[in-house]
């Protein structure tokens, strides 16, 4: 449009050249924290960058890609759910609305009670409600919810996907534990911290059922996440942050 055209450098230079705003070269990014009880899992007296749970290997992870976006002047919003919307903030690049971001996760981080419910995709359609702008979406959770409607939930994460956003779904897991069941062979009560039903057995006698229980669920989500086209991003929270930093850089390139 000619309305864009820099008409004082047409006169210096004899050359057309349009004007490019600085809100449109500049990426807005939107961080979903699942924050409920299942996060906190394995229970860990005090975080550190060597002994981190779910929720703590999420709160870590944004802060660190928080940290790039700010350095390259992005806009970046945070929306955090457990049984309620507990958190909304839209997109912004200023240093006061990092630092408020910042103290938001702090205190997750540092929460000894969590909700002890999960409705993600209840929250998951409110949060797509107000991203209005196209925007590159990072959703943080272990895919665990206290509804048991998966066609729910899967329908929630393509909502994401309206207005062209592009979303990729993190799915940190304590590898070892929840998907291999490695436990010591002795008497066991397992609990479930969002329900409170438990199961009283030995590890080995249900691992390779449980394994392959899992392992199938997991597909399923790979699956029905490359159906809607949402980049699915398996994490092991016992590892560095390589790949989440890794999948942003590449995935920030893409968008943009």
């Known amino acids: 449009s000619t309305k864009h055209i820099d008409w004082k450098l047409f006169a210096k230079t004899d050359k057309l050249y349009t004007k490019r705003y ?15 009880a299942s ?12 002994n981190l749970n779910k929720i703590g290997f999420s709160v870590l992870s ?14 970046v919003g945070l929306s955090i759910y457990s049984d ?20 938001q996760l702090s205190s997750v981080g540092m929460a000894k009670n969590p909700p002890k419910e999960t409705k993600t995709y209840t929250y998951l359609h409110q949060i797509a409600e107000n991203i209005k702008r196209r925007s590159l979406i990072f959703l943080f959770t272990d895919m665990f919810q206290t509804e048991k409607n998966d066609a729910e939930l899967f329908e929630a994460l393509r909502h994401l996907k309206y207005n062209k956003h592009d979303v990729v779904l ?19 009560r397992f609990v479930d911290v969002e329900t409170g039903e438990h199961l009283d057995l030995y590890a080995d006698n249900i691992k390779e059922a449980y394994n392959e229980r899992v392992t199938n669920y997991l597909n399923d989500i790979k699956m029905k996440c490359a159906q809607y086209k949402i980049k699915y991003v398996d994490i092991d929270i016992h590892r560095d942050f390589s790949t989440v930093l890794n999948t942003f850089l590449v995935e920030r390139n893409k968008f943009l």
């Open 39 to 50: 996060m906190y899992y394995p229970e860990v007296d005090n975080l550190s960058i060597d």
């Open 170 to 188: 993190f799915h940190p897991m304590d590898k070892q534990r929840e998907i291999f069941f490695n436990f010591e062979n002795t008497p066991k």
């Open 22 to 36: 600085e809100e449109e070269t500049n990426l807005r990014c939107h961080m979903i924290l699942d924050n409920s």
């Open 84 to 103: 309620a919307y507990n958190y909304y903030a839209p997109e912004k690049g200023s240093e006061r609305h990092f630092q408020m971001l910042l103290a």
């Open 62 to 75: 944004i802060a660190a890609l928080m940290n790039v976006l700010k350095r390259q002047r992005d806009a």
